[in-house]
């Protein structure tokens, strides 16, 4: 693989890392921890065929 | 005493699996199973592995975010996809490889013997699994909405066959509250996890290759994952050899970022001079062709018409024996 072909690709993991990070703050802030908390905890009838 | 890369693997998936599910205390408590009900379900785990498995610590990625998008208020979840896009970003499906704990299921499965050869799918089975994230997993929770605009997790409820194996049935055969309550729905699923079961036996993880959601996600980021397959186009001696002992139906010469490879380095190990790594970064290569195929124990052959030349793998192509 070429050298700038490689930094290329460096780059765009980079971003989408940094994409990634940006949408975890996001998610954190809008209260989404919270809500997938919730319904780990309490039984999910759907999950298990029930729902 | 070296351990083998097929044992540090084993290793690995049974350490994830038991992180996953630690709470085996869960399955035995006073009335039925019960759920884990503590902080560290905020957090998804890598692999597909049920919330509602009694043991499970963490969350499941695809039921978190049918779980966000399916919520009155949102209709996307950014936690979780970002979440799934850092870990697709760094190891692509290594995760499917060694975290995933339906994985390494499947894996038992598949050694259950078989009076006949393995099977191959068509071409096209590989895709339904995209197919499967679009409608199940990201439209349908959005679109298909009750009165109060709460959308269910359309994959969970229809498809998964790891939610009925590690909380459907344990939870079912322990609280008689919940064997009332079973339908057409709970029989449906039953049925999906018995051919997802008959398809394991006969494919080599027959759910990766065709309906995980996750495996699609991962899969799409293997083609910049910092976990990479690199091959050593000077050492290939084009055998075929890892071709031919890959599971997943993947030639890695061809195809060495494939949505299909989990990283299991089945190739890499086949592989007679050494020419596959994988890992991070870019493979450098420190030697040259000749020392590294003599150093892989194959012996310089005089070059003949339409062989390979250079070096001797031993892949018996050319029709000859090495005395």
């Known amino acids: ?51 | 005493m070296k351990i083998s890369q097929k044992w540090k693997r084993k290793a690995i998936q049974i350490a994830a699996f038991g992180l996953n599910n630690c709470h085996v205390g869960n399955f035995f408590q006073k009335g039925g199973a019960k759920l884990y009900t503590g902080k560290w379900k905020q957090f998804c785990a890598p692999g597909l592995n049920c919330y509602s498995c009694p043991a499970a610590s963490l969350s499941c990625p695809i039921g978190a975010l049918q779980a966000v998008s399916g919520s009155m208020k949102l209709d996307f979840s950014f936690y979780v996809v970002g979440f799934l896009l850092a870990v697709g970003v760094v190891l692509g499906r290594w995760v499917c490889g060694f975290l995933c704990p339906f994985g390494l299921i499947q894996e038992l499965f598949a050694k259950i013997p078989l009076p006949k050869k393995k099977l191959r799918l068509p071409r096209f089975a590989k895709y339904i699994k995209y197919g499967v994230l679009v409608v199940f997993v990201i439209l349908m929770p959005v679109l298909v909405t009750n009165v109060v605009g709460m959308g269910d997790p359309a994959f969970c409820q229809y498809i998964c066959p790891a939610g009925t194996l590690e909380g459907g049935i344990p939870l079912v055969s322990t609280r008689p509250e919940l064997q009332k309550t079973v339908g057409w729905l709970f029989g449906w699923k039953m049925l999906v996890l018995a051919a997802t079961v008959v398809g394991c036996v006969l494919v080599y993880r027959f759910f990766c290759k065709t309906l995980c959601p996750l495996g699609a996600i991962y899969g799409l980021l293997n083609k910049v994952s910092f976990y990479r397959l690199t091959v050593d186009e000077e050492k290939c001696i084009h055998c075929g050899k890892c071709a031919q002992v890959c599971g997943m139906d993947v030639d890695p010469v061809k195809h060495p970022q494939s949505m299909e490879c989990i990283r299991c380095g089945e190739c890499a190990k086949a592989c007679p001079t050494g020419a596959i790594r994988l890992g991070f970064g870019v493979y450098r290569r420190k030697e040259a062709p000749k020392e590294a195929a003599q150093a892989a124990g194959a012996a310089p052959v005089p070059k003949m018409e339409g062989g390979c030349g250079g070096h001797c793998a031993q892949c018996g192509k050319c029709g000859t024996k090495r005395d």
Request: aromatic share 0%; proline share 0%.
């Open chain 1, 1 to 51: 693989m070429g050298s700038s072909k490689e930094a290329r690709m460096t780059a765009l993991r980079i971003l989408l890392l940094t994409g990634a990070a940006v949408m975890i703050a996001v998610g954190v802030s809008r209260g989404e921890v919270g809500m997938v908390l919730k319904k780990a905890v309490v039984l999910c009838l759907e999950c298990i065929g029930l729902g």
